[in-house]
């Protein structure tokens, strides 16, 4: 299964944002780390692919005056999901290692 | 703040609305609200507002569309589809019937429909062809299409309405003519070969493949077709070569200037070679001729200039020849008047004397449209009675469909689909068929038809065929539909009377005109038949005619009968002006003894040599035949009966007896030597006029043909044998020959081809008929299978059952023959009033028109209620 780079951050957002994750919170945490603002259309468009995969699960909060009386969608990490970070993660740390002249600070 | 001004704007949530998918909305609309109020509050409202305008407009993604009503319309016309086909295949015999029966009709038609926009075609390519008249005349006896050489240029200086005149004078028998190439092996006949004036073609359109309108302006020019000119020249450009055509008095070189593409347009002068009238050979014989009322041989065509008054026109015309000719008439003793033929309708319309060549016939190409229209009608009529049939046995499905929840709508779009596939069937093997058909046709009708070159029947049969496809959905679709459910599940519709009284209509309405057609067959055939079997007063058998073309031939007439003496198998030979069955167009005005000159009759003159009589069989009353013993024959006279009567003499006591003509002023006598008994000099259709044979020369015309009795085992080998004599005598004369008899049908073939093309369409309208009685028996005999089982367990018998089925069907078919009857009489009286020996209807044709109908009818019911009545009555009855 593929996880594109937009999805990826997503998806990180998602997980760094623990049980607060939800259509407002990611546009917001993702502006804050990346400096650049997604629309909503296309953060609903890659939550939803992420959802389809199996990445995430959903869950419908309480609804709220500020969004019109409308209930809140919390996305969740899914076991699935959590792997897919790592296997990307790793994909990305074999790849670096070998590049001459690219120094990485890594865990390892 | 403006507490309106505070919320997320409507329009926008409005057009989100539109295109999002329901599923997102919560929790998009939910986000981008919790986003505005954020916003509105850090920045200002209008920020917000146009923030989320944003928003909604870049979530304009594929993703979040809605899956749109279409794709759900697509969704159900694929269930159609897919049921529609299913149902098809359910019924494999039933669909296999209806949708032939369908096609089967279609194509006849379309053949037809081809052949008469074929017919209609003609004469509509002509700049201003409805300004183009041919002037006629009318005299006490017949109409006659061409008029005296002078008549043309009078009209065309006398009025200044007139923009152009042109005269075509077409000689009899020199329509086929023989025209020579510059090397000695090129030389071919050529048919419909006829002289114009240099401003024929200012009034007809032809389309030059080289040269130009102005091509006859100079004297002794050729114009030819693509076909004459590619046997001639191959593919070079033939302007300025010369061709010389080989006439009885001598041979003639012409130049060519024009090619003319043939095939392109059609007219009724089906030119192949047109000769300027300016020439060495007619040409100062065309000049001589000065005479207001004689030799009327010019077809004169005038265009007159747009917004004239063809009435006025027209007599303005007559007055014209009444002032110029009103004397000669008056002296010569009978009366003549000219009057206008529109040039367009001439094909169709004009079957007079001495028409430029034989034109087509209005009344059989309104005989052929009907049958058209009757194979149509027939045939979608059956498509609908079927379909309708049919789909009464989907009351269950149309009553579960609605408790489901079907709309009336889906289930007029479900019944529609299904005629429309049914319909689109028809149309895909109508076109294959006519693929397959149209060559055979063509070969029949010496055509070249293509259903392709005619979009109008291209564009008639795919909007026949959905029409008939949507007219028998109509009936299921909103019939059905309009039921409750619960009366639909229950079966009440089966006894729907009005359905089944429009199906008895449509089946009587069928089979009325398939009676029509039976009915038209039989007496066409009658008609025919008596035709064949008349009397001609001549024996047309076993004549041999080898056409005299040229003086070479005709002057060594005599050293070939002496040549082809010694030959057994030729037993009379003669040499005559025309034989019978071919045009006569020569006339002399005769007066009785004891007669003026004002008091004559016009008879039919022939010029014969001798034996002429005996070589045809013609059968002598009184006296003696021409012979060259006796000096004095070149002042007799042989006539037939009628011009005895019509003289005033009797057939006992006319040997001897004098008649007299009148030429420039002066009075001419011959005697009569021998009657004849009546013959058809002409085609039967014409009335046996007077008749006068004469060995005058004085009387003899250009044409001569060698007629011989002849008495063969293989005429093929006497043919050759004879052709070698020819090539002896004749070393410069092509060899060519008929046979009397088949020339004598040729009159016929229009008559024959019509009757052949009826026949094979009738048969069509039957089988196609009786396919959809075969249709609906079955359906009736499948409704009726309870019944039946019933029946014979109580001891009905087999045969109680067949009647039973059948006699429902049988009383149908009856009042069709009588609707029939009455409408077939009148119709076919028309058509054998334009016969002058025709067959009286008798009323056992109709009777046994009557049988055949309703035995085809019985026959194929009874199949189906045979098959019915034989079933086991256990296994109709077990499922209850």
């Known amino acids: 299964m593929k996880l594109g780079a937009f999805e990826e951050l997503v998806l990180l957002a998602i997980g760094a944002l623990g049980d607060d994750a939800y259509g407002v919170t990611i546009k917001e945490i993702l502006k804050e780390k990346t400096g650049k603002k997604p629309s909503i259309g296309a953060l609903h468009s890659a939550l939803y692919r992420l959802e389809d995969k199996e990445f995430v699960t959903t869950h419908e909060g309480g609804a709220t005056a500020e969004r019109g009386g409308r209930r809140k969608k919390y996305y969740q990490l899914t076991s699935y999901g959590i792997r897919i970070l790592e296997e990307a993660n790793e994909l990305r740390m074999a790849f670096s290692r070998n590049i001459p002249g690219l120094n990485l600070k890594t865990q390892e | ?880």
């Open chain 2, 1 to 880: 703040m403006d507490r309106k001004s505070n919320i997320p704007p409507k329009l926008a949530q409005w057009l989100l609305l539109r295109f999002l998918r329901e599923d997102y909305a919560e929790e998009v609309l939910g986000d981008l609200d919790e986003k505005f109020y954020s916003v509105s509050q850090k920045s200002t409202p209008l920020k917000a507002k146009l923030n989320y305008w944003k928003q909604v407009i870049q979530y304009l993604r594929p993703f979040a569309f809605k899956r749109s009503k279409h794709s759900i319309r697509t969704t159900m016309l694929h269930h159609y589809l897919k049921v529609s086909w299913r149902n098809i295949l359910r019924s494999k015999g039933f669909s296999f019937i209806n949708v032939f029966g369908l096609a089967f009709g279609l194509t006849a038609s379309v053949l037809i429909m081809m052949y008469v926009l074929d017919e209609w075609s003609y004469d509509k390519h002509h700049v201003g062809g409805d300004r183009i008249y041919r002037i006629a005349s009318e005299s006490d006896t017949d109409k006659w299409v061409a008029v005296p050489a002078p008549v043309g240029g009078a009209i065309k200086e006398s009025f200044p309405e007139v923009e152009t005149a042109a005269r075509l004078v077409r000689i009899p028998g020199f329509e086929t003519i023989l025209l020579k190439g510059q090397k000695a092996e090129k030389q071919f006949f050529e048919t419909n070969v006829f002289y114009v004036d240099s401003t024929f073609f200012d009034v007809f359109t032809y389309d030059f493949l080289y040269g130009d309108a102005d091509a006859l302006s100079k004297p002794n020019t050729i114009v030819i077709s693509d076909d004459v000119a590619t046997k001639f020249f191959g593919d070079a450009n033939p302007i300025g070569e010369p061709l010389t055509i080989g006439l009885s008095f001598g041979d003639f070189i012409y130049t060519v200037t024009g090619v003319f593409d043939r095939e392109r347009y059609k007219s009724h002068i089906p030119a192949n070679v047109l000769l300027s009238m300016d020439n060495n050979d007619i040409g100062s014989w065309v000049k001589q001729q000065q005479s207001w009322i004689f030799n009327g041989l010019f077809h004169t065509y005038v265009k007159v200039r747009p917004g004239t008054d063809s009435e006025a026109f027209e007599r303005k015309v007559d007055n014209l020849y009444q002032a110029e000719a009103g004397e000669d008439l008056e002296q010569a003793g009978f009366t003549k008047s000219l009057y206008l033929q529109p040039m367009e309708d001439i094909y169709l319309h004009s079957n007079l004397g001495y028409e430029v060549a034989s034109n087509g016939n209005m009344t059989y190409l309104i005989i052929f449209s009907s049958i058209a229209l009757f194979l149509v009608v027939i045939a979608c009529v059956n498509f609908m009675n079927l379909s309708t049939a049919k789909s009464e046995q989907r009351a269950k499905e149309v009553g579960l469909r609605k408790v489901v929840g079907a709309f009336r709508s889906s289930l007029v779009g479900q019944f529609m689909m299904e005629s429309l596939l049914m319909s689109g069937l028809a149309l895909i093997i109508t076109l294959i068929l006519l693929q397959l058909v149209t060559p055979y046709f063509n070969g029949l009708i010496s055509r070249e038809l293509s259903l392709w070159n005619m979009p109008i029947v291209l564009v008639l049969l795919v909007g026949l065929t959905f029409a008939s496809g949507i007219v028998s959905g109509l009936y299921p679709s909103f019939y059905l539909s309009s039921f409750g459910p619960a009366a639909a599940l229950k079966g009440s519709l089966k006894n729907s009377y009005s359905a089944k009284a429009i199906r008895q209509g449509l089946v009587v309405f069928q089979f009325t005109i398939s009676s029509i057609l039976i009915l038209g067959v039989i007496l066409i055939n009658q008609q025919m038949q008596y035709l064949s079997s008349q009397e001609l007063g001549f024996d047309k058998s076993h004549k041999l005619i080898l056409p005299l073309k040229t003086g070479e031939s005709i002057q060594n007439s005599e050293l070939l009968k002496s040549q082809l003496r010694s030959n057994s198998e030729v037993q009379q030979m003669t040499v005559g002006g025309v034989y019978p069955g071919i045009e006569l167009v020569t006339d002399m005005l005769f007066f009785a003894e004891g007669k003026t000159s004002q008091e004559n009759v016009d008879i039919q003159t022939t010029y014969v040599e001798g034996n002429y009589i005996e070589t045809l069989g013609i059968e002598l009353l009184k006296g003696r035949t021409f012979s060259s013993e006796f000096k004095s024959d070149t002042n007799a006279v042989v006539l037939n009966e009628s011009a005895i009567k019509a003289l005033g003499y009797d057939v006992e006591s006319a040997l001897g007896k004098q008649v007299y003509y009148a030429l420039n002023g002066e009075r001419y006598a011959m005697r009569i030597i021998g009657v004849v008994a009546d013959y058809h000099f002409e085609s039967l259709q014409h009335e046996i006029e007077p008749l006068a044979l004469l060995i005058s020369p004085a009387f003899s015309g250009p044409t001569r043909y060698f007629i011989m009795d002849v008495q063969s085992a293989s005429y093929t080998s006497l043919v050759q044998s004879i052709e070698r004599v020819w090539d002896e005598v004749n070393p410069g004369s092509p060899f060519q020959y008929s046979f009397l008899d088949a020339d004598f049908e040729r009159n016929y073939r229009k008559e024959m081809l019509t009757m052949q093309l009826i026949q094979s369409f009738t048969l069509i309208a039957i089988v196609i008929a009786c396919l959809g009685l075969f249709g609906l028996a079955a359906f009736t005999a499948e409704r009726k299978t309870k019944e039946i089982g019933v029946r014979k367990v109580l001891g009905a018998s087999v045969g109680q059952v067949v009647v039973l089925l059948s006699s429902e069907f049988a009383r149908l078919v009856l009042i069709a023959v009588v609707i029939a009857a009455p409408i077939a009489y009148f119709m076919m009286d028309e058509w054998l009033n334009e016969f002058a020996y025709r067959i009286e209807m008798s009323w056992w044709v109709f009777l046994v028109a009557g049988l055949i109908a309703m035995t085809m009818a019985i026959l194929t019911v009874s199949f189906q209620a045979i098959k019915a009545a034989l079933s086991n009555p256990v296994k109709s009855l077990r499922s209850e």
